[in-house]
Nanobody, 122 residues
């Protein structure tokens, strides 16, 4: 079993930056692919980014490519999402997730955090 706890959300103006953190406990962190999803009001949850076990490869949704950066620190069991040039359409609850395979399909992610609210004001 893996427990994921997000932090770092909040309110920011358009063009600003935020960094989300996700602390993991339980199963060996370095054995897991880590990712971020988000759910905006009235919309379905969508994939944002993922990073492989050793951090050597990342993959992003087109909507965030070039603005968001996912990274991980296996020594401290933490994954990050650095969000720059934020837009109002980035407003959502952001979820950290863990999987045994590199995927963008929600059903293939095994563990989820409780979510962290990010609000971008115009």
């Amino acid at each position: 079993q893996v427990q994921l706890v997000e932090s770092g959300g909040g309110l920011v103006q358009t063009g600003g930056s935020l960094r989300l953190s996700c602390a993991a406990s339980g199963r060996a962190f370095s054995s897991l692919v880590m990712g971020w999803f988000r759910q905006a009001p009235g919309k379905e949850r969508e994939f944002v980014a993922r990073i492989t076990r050793n951090g050597g490869s990342t993959y992003y949704a087109d909507s965030v490519k070039g603005r968001f950066t996912i990274s991980r620190d296996n020594a401290n069991n933490t994954v990050y999402l650095q969000m720059n040039s934020l837009k109002p359409e980035d407003t959502a609850v952001y979820y950290c997730a863990a999987s045994y395979v590199p995927t963008t399909i929600q059903g293939q992610w095994n563990y989820w955090g409780q979510g962290s609210q990010v609000t971008v004001s115009s």
